[in-house]
């Protein structure tokens, strides 16, 4: 049996990036050898170095919505505050409500002065809301307008810029939180990415908070992972396929770009058009159909995400890269540097 606390490292709260750097490729980069162990540290911008003509980036496209909305409950006027998790039909999320006490079915929350107003219209799994929203004009404007940026719970300074918690390739709106190891790359640094001979291929994945989800059993088979809905383009897939055929390297930006490829995989390891739910979980043992190595960042202790890298590098190797890591003064999670595992 595998034990959640087969995953835990002891991380100094200090090290928890609170901020994102001035410039995104500034950060740093841990270089881990999947088989041998071996570490190297260097700077995000080398991440040249280590791609091939002919290998594939993967990227999740996907664009953080600002999530996150503090309405007032019409009658009482006490604090309400929701985040969006899923767009269901005719304008009703699935919210994650605090305190939910206060938003038993038929409660009414206003936010921004009445500009949008939801009704709680029931209680579904694990004390999530259905919220059916009204308002005039169009709903992205005024999340727009009125939203904060979803951020972890463990960022506790106030995000200046909206769009550093954003990829610069983001594009379809629909994720409660970032694929952040995407949000080192610079316009630039893609560009030359591209120039060196690299095919990169886009793919959707919303990310949903299940992500952030602890794992409270202690055998990890029982966890379950909530569903996130992605998407892949035959051209993209494509892309894919033929960095495949000719034998060279798929590399996944994040865990999201991970876990989208390696749920749309045919037995055989190739990729055609298509979109669906996912609720894929992958721990050691797992045998990887189209992932190469994988560019990430720093995980939580017994997070599914740490237990995903795990499964690629072994646990062992990746233990010992994170205290190396704590050693050498990294910055971990969201804001944090990044990890390529090669």
């Known amino acids: 049996m595998m034990k959640k606390e087969d995953f835990y490292f002891e991380l100094p709260q200090e090290l928890i990036a609170q901020d994102p750097l001035e410039d995104r490729s500034g950060s740093r980069l841990l270089v881990l050898d999947k088989e041998s162990g071996e570490i190297e540290h260097r700077t995000f911008r080398d991440i040249k170095e280590y791609l091939e003509p002919g290998d594939c980036l993967v990227i999740n496209d996907t664009k953080v919505i600002p999530a996150r909305l503090i309405g007032s409950k019409v009658g009482t006027n006490a604090r309400i505050e929701i985040l969006l998790l899923k767009r269901k039909e005719n304008d009703i999320w699935e919210t994650l409500v605090k305190p939910g006490k206060k938003a038993k079915p038929g409660t009414k929350i206003s936010f921004g002065e009445g500009l949008l107003t ?8 694990e004390g999530n809301r259905l919220i059916q929203f009204t308002y005039e004009g169009i709903f992205e404007e005024i999340l727009d307008r009125l939203g904060q940026m979803p951020l972890p719970p463990y960022i506790t300074h106030q995000l200046e810029d909206k769009n550093r918690y954003q990829t610069v390739y983001a594009k379809h709106s629909g994720s409660a939180a970032a694929p952040t190891a995407g949000l080192h790359f610079t316009p630039e640094l893609l560009e030359e990415i591209k120039e060196s001979g690299v095919e990169i291929a886009h793919v959707t994945l919303h990310v949903g908070l299940g992500t952030f989800r602890p794992v409270k059993v202690e055998n ?26 000719e034998g060279h390297r798929v ?34 043992g797992y045998q990887f159909k189209v992932l190469d190595c994988l560019l990430t960042n720093f995980h939580l202790p017994e997070s599914t995400l740490i237990m995903l890298v795990s499964a690629l590098a072994g646990r062992e190797h990746v233990l010992h890269a994170y205290e190396e890591a704590v050693k050498e003064r990294y910055r971990f999670f969201s804001f944090g540097d990044a990890m390529l595992i090669r």
């Open 118 to 125: 939801g009704e709680v219209i029931d209680v579904v799994e």
């Open 251 to 284: 590399i996944c930006v994040g865990t999201t770009s991970c876990r989208t490829v390696e749920s749309a995989a045919k037995p055989d390891g190739t990729l055609s058009e298509c979109s669906g739910w996912t609720e894929i979980f992958i721990y050691p």
């Open 220 to 245: 990890i088979q029982e966890h379950h992972m909530h569903s996130e809905f992605y998407r892949i383009e035959a051209s993209e897939a494509e892309k894919i396929n033929k960095a495949k055929r």
